[in-house]
């Protein structure tokens, strides 16, 4: 049985996102969410590690082509880089960008555009919001 | 088929602690724990990764609250930092305090607390000793 | 000759801003200010690091006790996190918040509050916007 | 159910490369592999993670004793430091020593040289070739 | 008095090197440099941290465009990105590619094209071959 | 003129410390030094990064060769590495073991070792205690 093998390319960008629900009060927006309440948003420097899995091509050994992945991934990575994730992006008006939440939609948007190349999948990707912080979301 | 999500948090304690069985000779204590017998212990930074599995709150967009997890969890690390672990804590009274073992404890000790919040388990574990050295502990 | 000693903590704040004049066009905005004018800013963690200076005190060993050290920069710490600069403090409606100017506004309020202190400086700052920026100040 | 232990090791190694197919024309080879088709190769420091798995040793607290996998590893990493991976070592002759192909052939070395000892296996391997670009490689 | 204030940017490549001196015996070579003399050369990922000092700009708040420091200094990194220094590089004929010999050739390269401006400086430069070994090259 | 230009190398090492003091009371101890008073001790990982200084050889391409300045920094670092400091080593009766305190013995051990070197001077040294807490000590 051959071994498994995936590729992993970390991706970056800066935004900034606010935690706020306007059908609560200020009250309850304060123990939810503590800090992330501020009303003009804070920020962060995000690490997006991509996962793919695939079989090795014998000819160029490589499971995707580094220049390909980057154009996908970067294609939607720059719609999050030095953006306001609430006001400025549509992905987060109904749900509040948590790093769980902002990592779920990256995986979403990534995984359907990796959907139609052949034999390739996304297996995983790791958001960080700082180091000490991440979220995982895959599919088994 | 929705996506898997869970969520780290990285936590850090300092501690110091020695490999020594009484029960053996030194020779065979030298053989097997090399520079880590040295009488008084020595000492580490080390880093925990707590990882937590869920269902992501529709409301509040997280799978655990972090302030939440950070009281659960620092309830425990406070227990080993700033510690000698052979002396000032009761677990290493029969095990030797290696890397495996400080782990799994943590592991224990952790999912324990974690098991009467709802919806929340534990999924793994990852403990730093060095950025170069680490143990991984989860249950399938 | 008496070698010469400091001691540097690390501090941690995340934030976000937006480079724009609003006594300038769109384009010369843009021409100078890139993606950094996105209208709701984007965001960073920053990290700062300060260094002090001073001599070693013979009984406790410190050039300053570090309970002291992270009471006064985290006072100054808090007022930029988790904050929008341009909007939440009253330090960059004239000026714009690069990472030399928020150093240079962070380096003067350290450097104020450290003063007081008798036998101890401010010698450097350094902030991180990223691994990969960060400005330094410090007086000769 | 007892949780899972691994524990694991990072080792180093610094190398240089090529991405060249002689059954190519120059065209085909820039277009696949961009500026690594350099005709004397370019080089990484390249960071390898072994994971092992086991049971914990009741006596010694340990998994595997770290000074053997190191001998056991280095073995190996010594084959591929301070090397030209395409002239220097077997294994590039027929496949690109791209990361993954590398990761591929490092597990299977250390496979190999694990499996004669009892109750040890490896789980897993991690290769960077930069910390932003690596291959991971296991069995099931 | 105004404190300092310098503003420092890292940049990356890749790139292989040999040490090697044809009028050494295979000996001599081989005691100075150690495994640094395989035939092929071997490979590092560098890691650069240009510093430049000068006045900032009141309506920018930048002591130099990141722009136009990127342009800069990435036209004369692209020229040791995936090389092999010692051949396909005109700078390591007659001196030997060690970290101190790069970081000089670097600063010099850089300082020459930093001095057109008016008002900047090129303060520092740090190299890093490896995280755990450096070289820093400056004038007073 | 020429630019100046140091090469520095990393080292590790993993020692506990108490900060204690029998001519104080406990509650002075417990003012004075926190956490770190606990009996038996705590420990870390230390990072010590050794700069020096001096001409590049013109025919080996560096200041010292880093087989040399291994071997010297070694000789010291073995003495301090899994080591309890306050009862293991001679350097701390009399003196608390604070980084700053560490750093500064460390300088004047390296700076003995290193002056029968003709050409080469110890410019600096930085002892990270932790990645966030560190003294730098140096001779101008």
Redesign the interface.
Known sequence: ?R????????F?F????R?W?DDWTEEKNNA?????V????????YDLHV?VSGH?H??????I???KLKEIVNEIVDQF????L???TPWFKE???????I??VL??LI?EKLKPLSDIFLKHIRLYE???????????
Not at 14 to 17: I, R
Not at 38 to 45: A, D, E, W
Not at 58 to 63: A, K, L, N, V
Not at 130 to 140: C, E, P, Q
């Open positions: 049985m071994p498994k093998v995936t590729i992993s390319k970390k970056e800066s935004a900034s996102h935690y629900r939810a969410f503590g800090l992330c501020s009303p003009y948003g804070h920020g962060h420097n996962t090795i014998p000819q160029t050994g490589m499971i082509n580094l220049s880089d030095h953006k306001y609430n006001l400025d749900v509040i960008p948590t790093t769980e939440n990592a779920v995986f979403d995984d700082r180091s000490d912080l991440y979220a995982d979301v895959w599919k088994d």
